[in-house]
């Protein structure tokens, strides 16, 4: 398999995943402005949607969007424990985390990268994100993890978007469940090495 990256980008959250599974993988960065890939290729030939990740399959196939590569992973190692079983409740718990951060918090924060949003847009922007972060941080009272007792790629997700927090000077310590999970997650030696994969960290 190979994951298509970029470094700090949602594609962190598969690279994660790969490395908490202990896959043997190969990891290739992307240019975005530019669409070409480290080696040259044109990265709209491997993704027309033009964003990482992708994942490139054993066969040749091309998988994409966050929450399906990481549930494919997560398929092709039951025994990681980074997914509960297909069609059970637990699945579907997963599944409704994964879309819950995907649409509410990763497309929120991730707005906030547009060179186009004035300071005054910005603003309103963090006045948003800063609801949906009171409920996230309501429903993260007493978990560990998002989606039971063990990481999981809901957790890899998370981390992965709650990162470019830092680069928006948005204060994770005013919803202390958030901040005291975000910190639990960078810790775990996995998550290090895909950071350190990426260049985040030294």
Known sequence: MKLYFSPGACSLAPHIVLFEAGFTFEAEKVDIPNKKTASGADFWQ????GYVPALQLD????LTEVSTILQYLADQKPDSGLAPAAGSMARYR???WLNF???EVHKSVGALF???MT???KEVQKAYIARRFKALDAMMAGKT???GDAFSVADAYLFNVLRWCGYHKIDLSQWPNIHAFFARAGERPQVQAAMRAEGLIK
């Open 145 to 147: 993890w998002l989606a």
């Open 94 to 96: 997963l599944m409704e």
């Open 46 to 49: 491997i993704n027309p949607k």
């Open 59 to 62: 066969s040749g196939e091309v």
């Open 119 to 121: 300071p005054e847009m």
């Open 114 to 116: 547009n060179p186009q």
């Open 101 to 103: 951060i995907a649409t």
